[in-house]
């Protein structure tokens, strides 16, 4: 893609306006997981040895345009500047003339960290006069924040047409990674696709099919495909309407396009049963719900998987949360991972997907963990993501 980076900026002695995904869980008052601030550290870094004047954007949360004690950015500063080793300051608002003040006050190589975007209403809107008004504290804008680049706000989009823009390492590193599934992916390429609705997916099914070999199918999505043919899946979690995935299965068989599904669950009587749980074959499910693959389907998906040169990861196969239902999702795991070691390009797709690589121990085998949730789920379907599309070379 025809964009500027932070490779091709000269920030020394220069504001640079720096958009982060800073939206970490929180848990009484502290961060509660660091991923995204890890993530953010080596475009922090670059900036930081090249002497830029930094103040950092995000959001945290939905606070709905209003102040919100509850969202505020303000424990991170000093989390940050344990890991930069050097201070990040804190202002309390996201423009105005405090902030311009803060950013011009700045040494080479300083860092301030501004309040919650999302505290104006007017970020959320993409209202110019106020993405102009978040510009004078910058002499040029650097996007990294890929996990809302699917959003068309003032700071993630707006404000690229106030200043210079350029992606972040972060941003730059995940557009190059999805790239290889879209343009010219080495076969056999493989996906394997959970989540709990058909419906949430059909985009990315519809955009892959052409590019992909085949579909390793798990999590709630499963049992939807597994109706649409006529099988009895109890009380399992499916879409009401079967019609996308008997779509989806047409769609598949017309491309050449394998579709793998279950041939035995591990069901349970109740979502909260996990005393109950038990493996089945399919025709044995009855009146139970199906809460992740059988350890057959799980070592067939295995086979398919590690014998594929490219593959997206892009949803857990059950309930990985729950020790009872891990297996599925633990065993595709490990089998992409063994792929990967033998050459494989893997990603797994940001949201459930990352949670689930990092909760059962796979995701630093992979050749790429996202971190975007939503945005790398726009990415697979083929949408155009305003804050990469801000970015772009007239």
Request: charge should be negative.
């Amino acid at each position: 893609m025809n964009f500027k980076t932070l490779r091709d900026a000269d920030v020394r002695g220069r504001r640079v306006l720096l958009r982060e995904d800073l939206n970490v869980p929180m848990k009484n008052g502290a961060i509660a997981d660091e991923t995204r601030i890890t993530a953010a550290l080596p475009t922090l870094r670059l900036l930081h040895g090249q002497g830029a004047k930094t103040v950092i954007l995000s959001h945290l949360g939905r606070p709905d345009g209003q102040r919100n004690p509850k969202y505020s950015l303000r424990p991170l500063a000093p989390r940050l500047s344990e890991l930069l080793g050097t201070p990040v300051g804190f202002v309390d608002d996201c423009v105005g003339d405090a902030c311009v003040a803060a950013s011009r006050a700045l040494p080479d190589g300083g860092f301030v960290l501004f309040e919650n975007v999302r505290f104006h209403a007017e970020e959320e809107q993409n209202d110019p006069a106020f993405a102009a008004r978040l510009a004078e504290s910058g002499d040029l804008y650097v996007n990294d924040a890929f996990g809302t680049a699917h959003r068309a706000h003032a700071s993630t989009a707006g404000v690229a047409a106030d200043l210079p823009a350029y992606a972040g390492l972060l941003m730059e590193g995940e557009l190059a990674a999805l790239a290889r599934l879209t343009d010219e992916p080495v076969h056999p390429f493989v996906c394997a696709i959970g989540g709990a609705k058909v419906v949430d997916k059909v985009g990315v099914f519809e955009n892959l099919l052409g590019k992909v070999d085949a579909f390793v199918i798990g999590g709630g999505m499963a049992n939807t495909f597994l109706a649409a043919q006529g099988i009895d899946v109890g009380a399992s979690l499916r879409d009401p309407d079967l019609a996308p995935a008997q779509r989806i299965i047409a769609a598949a068989r017309n491309a050449g396009v394998s579709l793998h599904l279950p041939t035995d669950a591990v069901v349970a009587d109740a979502f909260d049963a996990d005393a109950t749980a038990r493996v089945v074959a399919l025709d044995a499910v009855g009146s139970g719900m199906i809460l992740d693959i059988g350890p057959a389907s799980a070592q067939a998906y295995a086979a398919v998987l590690r014998g594929a040169k490219t593959i997206v990861f892009n949803g857990p196969m059950g309930v990985y949360e729950k020790p009872p239902y891990q297996n599925g999702t633990r065993t595709i795991g490990e089998a992409i991972a063994d792929a990967t070691r033998h050459g494989a390009i893997s990603v797994v797709g940001g949201g459930d997907a990352a949670a689930a690589a990092h909760a059962l121990g796979f995701a630093d085998a992979m050749t790429h963990v996202s971190t975007g949730g939503g945005a790398t789920l726009e990415f697979l379907e083929g949408k155009t993501l305003p804050g990469v599309a801000a970015l772009l070379r007239p």
